[in-house]
């Protein structure tokens, strides 16, 4: 069964503190992974985008790593601010259909403390 | 910020009422998305089109229908809703997919049946 799964559930970190999200994922055959980040009630809104090839790729202070041997992404934050409070969401595609199916995790959502 | 939108943003509704959720994009993609999501959980599409008078149901049933008939807007509509209908929806588009396609997503629309 193709899964993604997200952890840890929730963070709590302080301002100006880096952390890292993890992935791992069952999907397969693989496509692509992305990193998307939906605050709250809003739509997510995409910032990394990894094919297999790829194992590191940065957008700012973001930083996503894969390893697709593993089965395994992390997205780093770096110098957290207030403004990334919010969910941030793994997804994977598959090549296995047309429609390059995306396979959602369930977020961790994170929160920043002044 | 991407140019796809959604109306009504929140709605609060009786049982059994018919509701149209509007979405539509200003890029010109022909494939778009509807995904619902609950809260905490990941997000499950629903319908989703190739374009003009082609659309498709996605992996989560759903009591909802979809219309294409312009490029730029695709609209959900519930014939009679009820308290299960209660969700976020979220309306995506692409201008291709398979491979590493962006997908732009709208703020979504807080549906409430009660």
């Known amino acids: 069964k193709n899964q993604v799964e997200q952890s840890p559930q929730s963070l709590i970190i302080l301002e100006g503190k880096n952390c890292t999200l993890q992935c791992n994922y069952t999907v397969s055959p693989f496509s692509n992974l992305r990193w998307y980040k939906q605050d709250t009630g809003r739509g997510p809104v995409s910032l990394t985008i990894m094919t297999f090839s790829e194992n590191t790729k940065s957008n700012g202070r973001y930083t996503a790593t894969l390893d697709a041997d593993t089965k395994q992404s992390s997205l780093h934050i770096t110098a957290s601010q207030l403004s990334d409070s919010a969910s941030y969401i793994c997804?994977?595609?598959?090549?296995?259909?047309?429609?390059?199916?995306?396979?959602f995790g369930r977020g961790t959502q994170l929160t920043v403390w002044p | 910020e991407a140019d796809i939108y959604q109306t009504p943003r929140y709605l609060v509704i009786g049982t059994g009422k018919k509701i149209t959720l509007e979405c539509s994009q200003t890029?010109?993609?022909?494939?778009m998305y509807w995904y619902q999501q609950d809260p905490g959980m990941e997000l499950h599409l629903i319908h989703y089109?190739?374009?003009?008078?082609?659309?498709e149901k996605g992996d989560l049933s759903s009591e909802s229908t979809v219309s294409r008939i312009r490029t730029e807007h695709f609209p959900l509509t519930l014939e009679s809703a009820r308290p299960s209908h209660t969700s976020q929806y979220l309306c995506a588009s692409s201008d291709r997919w398979g491979g590493p396609y962006e997908q732009y997503f709208g703020p979504g629309t807080r549906l409430t049946v009660t």
């Open positions: 890029m010109g993609h022909d494939k």
């Open positions: 997804v994977v595609s598959d090549r296995g259909s047309t429609l390059g199916r995306l396979y």
């Open positions: 089109s190739y374009g003009v008078n082609s659309t």
